[in-house]
Nanobody
Framework: QVQLVESGGGSVQAGGSLRLSCAAS????????MGWFRQAPGKEREGVAG????????YYADSVKGRFTISQDNAKTTLYLQMNSLKPEDTGMYYC?????????????????????WGQGTQVTVSS
């Protein structure tokens, strides 16, 4: 049973930083694609960053490029999202997601329908 548990959310002022963590269990992390998504009230869930199996390639939404970094620990059991230079528009619930088979991942990493496993989310609030 795949389980994903996010942590690290909180409230910060614009320009601040947060690091989100996603503890993964129940599968072989190096064989799964993983992503971070966020959802603001009244908006659709959007892909923030993705990492191909074991960290071979990483992908970012244009809105976070240069500010956010997705990574994994050496054991590939924890997924991170380092968020710097946070903006009020980064506010939302952040989710960790995983799936083993995502065809053409470079093109589909940001599609929430491509992932079968999700965490419960962690709230990020950025004030101006």
């Amino acid at each position: 049973q795949v389980q994903l548990v996010e942590s690290g959310g909180g409230s910060v002022q614009a320009g601040g930083s947060l690091r989100l963590s996603c503890a993964a269990s129940g599968y072989t992390p190096s064989s799964y694609c993983m992503g971070w998504f966020r959802q603001a009230p009244g908006k659709e869930r959007e892909g923030v960053a993705g990492i191909y199996r074991g960290g071979g390639s990483t992908y970012y939404a244009d809105s976070v490029k240069g500010r956010f970094t997705i990574s994994q620990d050496n054991a590939k059991t924890t997924l991170y999202l380092q968020m710097n230079s946070l903006k009020p528009e980064d506010t939302g619930m952040y989710y960790c997601a995983a799936d083993r088979f995502i065809p053409t991942y470079g093109l589909t990493w940001h599609n929430p329908n491509a992932y079968g496993y999700w965490g419960q989310g962690t709230q990020v609030t950025v004030s101006s």
